[in-house]
């Protein structure tokens, strides 16, 4: 008897505390509307504060919509505290229906379906609300609907406090930089920027970064809102940041090891599981000799709340660390300043004034704006817009004329080509489904520094490496410039690269460049390696990141089939995808190269060539082992002799000369060829305006 008193008492000691407020008030959600808040009001709570011991168990929600990917859901509690409930989760399915969302449920939101129906773990971590406030007061449910074409209702919703509390995300320490943000209980929106504070911990490679360490890389206000476009629907955000001082003025800082600018992307890789396909895009635009956003990977502590993996990466802007374009003043009106430089982009646009429309049409009729970039549409002189216009325009207009391929009189005049084809070669080795249509940027030098449209530089490789299941991002075969006939829409590629490939000197250019970076760069083994190093540096953090976004093996917009089941899957998957398809690229690429072009080599000799490209003359350095006798001629990319130079002997040892070639030939790619009885070797040389 005595037993069953006491075990009686227990049991009502444990379930005494359990309290449950709800709210029955039917709620419209406006179609792709304004966030909306339904407040329940907590008082008499016993005890009132909530932690680990007693606090938030269970938040329950019935919503009538369809389409609840749609459906942004999160809970605030009385102290601003605000954290996800469920974020563009079931797909195109309707309903939740008697929805629960508790720590302890075997099933997460996120791998659940529509019509959602009874308990599942949280999007978010509940648990950090159980962090010490006071629980009376008002509790809000906030729900968006972030798309259109469809509505609904929020019929009900409730919370139970208990002695089975969620518990935080315990985030101590990191083999990576910690950054953490303080947004002081303000919402970072699409726009404007709020002011918030940031600090950064980072105690240099090799060592440990722990939360409590002082905040030795950065430490000071920054201003900071939400970018992306399609990526503004995911759970994990990225953030646009301006880094400021202590003044509030804008404050040119490095941040870990990266040269000083305030202008910084904090990119989150939510739908890359591999969390490196920018990276690794990024990487390959740099190694082949052209600026593309360094990057640094970290993780996000936000307002307390654990957020994963994150990769600081620099802003496309000009600077001379980054897009080393002269800078165009407002007195830039006229003569050489007029001409450069300028940044712009294929992209979608900013409104009215921020973008124009090119006189051609995509090969489906399809129109293609260009935006500014550089200077910002808004300080442009309507002559600087002009200017910029007009030069595209007559790059367009040869491009399309019945000359072309002129080196004179075509469209080489107006672009650096070479950038061009190491653009081509890294969107369509990594089948970038938003290549050439959307984030595509160029930028154009004043005429005095060679003043042609150079493309880049590379921008937005999430969906690149077989991580699309849309426009063929799928398949390993196939041609990206080619997706205007496969990728409807309206956003699609300019005719400039179908034009390009009927031009023979420039599918030698691009056979060779392939040709070349396949021995380095884009060599498997390289590629492999660099990604195996990069899954190596990642892996304490990835648990993590997959801990509080357990999204691995499941459907994240738009993955591809079939979905790994862990992060070394992904990578596996990864690297597979992209031995298949440099196999076919190496198959089907167009164009024919002379094999036997080497660089830097001739034979037993070692030659040089600078600078390369030039303008008028060049210099150039070989070293002999004997005496021979060298006979060096330039010719065009399909052997045609351009110039030739006097055969001689030439003595053992290091030759040093210098080549005038004034106006001789016009600007283009050439080879040098040096032939002697020993050997011969051919250089590929480039020469400017």
């Known amino acids: 008897m005595k037993r069953i008193f006491l075990t009686f008492n227990l049991l009502w000691a444990v379930v005494i505390h359990a309290q449950t407020f709800t709210s029955t008030a039917v709620t419209a959600i406006p179609d792709a509307g304004p966030m909306v808040t339904i407040p329940i009001t907590v008082s008499g709570l016993l005890p009132t504060t909530i932690d680990t011991i007693f606090g938030l168990e269970t938040v329950c929600f019935d919503i009538t919509?369809?389409?609840?990917?749609?459906?942004?859901?999160?809970?605030?509690?009385?102290?601003?505290?605000?954290?996800?409930l469920s974020e563009a989760n079931g797909g195109g399915g309707d309903n939740f229906t008697g929805t629960c969302l508790n720590e302890w449920a075997a099933t997460s939101i996120v791998l659940g379906s529509a019509p959602f129906t009874g308990t599942y773990r949280p999007q978010g971590f509940i648990g950090a609300i159980n962090n010490g406030q006071v629980g009376n007061?008002?509790?809000?449910?906030?729900?968006q609907d972030q798309w259109g074409a469809d509505t609904g209702f929020v019929n009900s919703w409730s919370i139970t406090f208990g002695n089975a509390p969620a518990h935080p995300f315990l985030f101590t320490s990191s083999n990576l930089p910690i950054v953490t943000l303080n947004t002081f209980n303000q919402n970072i929106v699409d726009s404007p920027n709020i002011l918030a504070q940031m600090g950064i911990i980072d105690n240099g490679p090799g060592n440990r970064n722990h939360v409590t360490d002082s905040l030795n890389c950065f430490n000071n206000k920054i201003l900071i809102q939400v970018r992306g476009s399609s990526s503004q629907s995911f759970p994990q955000k990225s953030y646009s940041v301006t880094t400021l001082t202590t003044a509030g003025a804008n404050n040119d800082t490095i941040l870990m090891g990266m040269p000083a600018e305030h202008d910084w992307i904090l990119y989150a890789p939510y739908d890359d599981k591999t969390c490196m396909r920018n990276v690794l895009a990024y990487d390959i635009a740099n190694q082949t000799g052209h600026y593309a956003s360094r990057t640094r990977f970290c993780e996000l502590v936000l307002n307390g709340q654990y957020e994963g993996i994150y990769v600081m990466m620099e802003k496309v802007k000009r600077?001379?660390?980054?897009?080393?374009?002269n800078k165009l003043v407002p007195t830039a009106t006229s003569g050489d300043d007029l001409t450069g430089g300028y940044i712009f982009k294929i992209d979608r646009d900013d409104g009215a004034g921020s973008y124009w429309t090119s006189n051609f049409f995509s090969n489906t009729g399809i129109n293609i704006n260009f935006v500014y970039v550089y200077p910002k549409y808004t300080a442009m002189l309507p002559i600087q817009k002009t200017y910029l216009q007009s030069y595209v325009d007559s790059f367009e207009l040869a491009l399309n004329g019945p000359n072309f391929a002129d080196p004179v009189v075509g469209y080489r005049r107006y672009i650096g080509v070479s950038s061009f084809i190491d653009y081509f070669l890294l969107n369509e080795v990594s089948k970038n489904v938003d290549g050439y249509r959307l984030s595509t940027f160029f930028h154009k030098e004043k005429r005095s520094k060679g003043g042609q449209i150079k493309a880049g530089p590379a921008w937005d490789y999430n969906l690149a490496w077989w991580n699309a299941d849309y426009c063929g991002g799928d398949s390993d075969t196939g041609w990206v410039y080619q997706q205007n006939n496969i990728c409807g829409g309206g956003y699609q590629s300019p005719f400039w690269w179908d034009k390009f490939l009927l031009d023979q000197s420039y599918t030698y250019e691009l056979k060779c460049r392939w040709i070349e970076l396949r021995q380095n760069i884009l060599s498997v083994n390289r590629i492999n390696t660099y990604c195996d190093s990069l899954a190596l540096y990642l892996d304490e953090a990835q648990q993590r990141h997959f801990t509080v976004w357990p999204i691995i093996g499941a459907y994240t917009w738009p993955n591809p089939s079939p979905i790994p089941t862990s992060y070394a899957g992904e990578i596996t998957a990864m690297k597979t995808w992209i031995l298949n398809r440099i196999t076919w690229m190496?198959?089907?690429?167009?164009?024919?190269?002379?094999?036997?072009?080497?660089?830097?080599?001739?034979?037993?000799?070692?030659?040089?060539?600078?600078?390369?490209?030039?303008?008028?003359?060049?210099?150039?350095?070989?070293?002999?082992?004997?005496?021979?006798?060298?006979k060096i001629e330039i010719t065009d990319v399909l052997g045609k002799t351009i110039k030739t130079m006097e055969q001689k002997e030439y003595h053992e040892g290091e030759n040093n000369m210098e080549i005038n070639i004034g106006d001789d030939i016009s600007t283009g790619m050439y080879l040098l060829k040096i032939s002697s009885p020993s050997g011969t070797a051919v250089m590929k040389i480039a020469k400017t305006e």
């Open 137 to 143: 007061g008002t509790w809000n449910f906030l729900i």
């Open 319 to 325: 600077d001379s660390n980054r897009v080393s374009v």
């Open 65 to 84: 919509h369809t389409y609840t990917a749609d459906l942004h859901i999160w809970l605030q509690s009385p102290d601003g505290t605000i954290v996800a």
């Open 586 to 630: 190496d198959a089907h690429l167009p164009g024919t190269c002379n094999t036997a072009i080497t660089e830097n080599n001739l034979t037993a000799q070692s030659v040089f060539i600078y600078p390369n490209p030039f303008a008028n003359n060049f210099r150039l350095n070989f070293y002999l082992p004997h005496v021979d006798i060298l």
